[in-house]
């Protein structure tokens, strides 16, 4: 059974770091893109970062010259590096990947998310 597991959040001043990393495990053939998303109580879902599997990357506005997205093909694992965090981006994160099991069909898998709280 295919398993994704974020690890990573924390609370963090204004103006500080952290990395997330999501790993994929279970009985993988292939994975095609890995993205982050983040949720805030009653707002929808937004895209926050996505990276292909051949490293080509696309990230929101919101935080484009802040985040950096990146992918360790040989570990199934994708990472998110968060700097200069605002107030702003607090939310839970969520990995998701676009992948084939060995033995069923292609479709994408959801991590259970994690808390990311920035402080003013």
């Known amino acids: 059974q295919v398993q994704l597991v974020e690890s990573g959040g924390g609370l963090v001043q204004s103006g500080g770091s952290l990395r997330l990393s999501c790993a994929a495990s279970g009985s993988i053939f292939s994975i095609y893109a890995m993205c982050w998303h983040r949720q805030v109580p009653g707002k929808q879902r937004e895209l926050v970062a996505a990276?292909?599997?051949?490293?080509?990357?696309n990230y929101a506005d919101s935080v484009k010259g802040r985040f950096t997205i990146s992918r360790d093909n040989a570990k199934n694992t994708v990472y998110l590096q968060m700097n200069s965090l605002k107030p702003e981006d607090t939310a839970v994160y969520y990995c998701n990947a676009d992948l084939v099991p060995k033995e069923a069909d292609r479709n994408v898998y959801w991590g259970q998310g994690t808390q990311v709280t920035v402080s003013s």
């Open positions: 990276i292909t599997s051949g490293g080509t990357t």
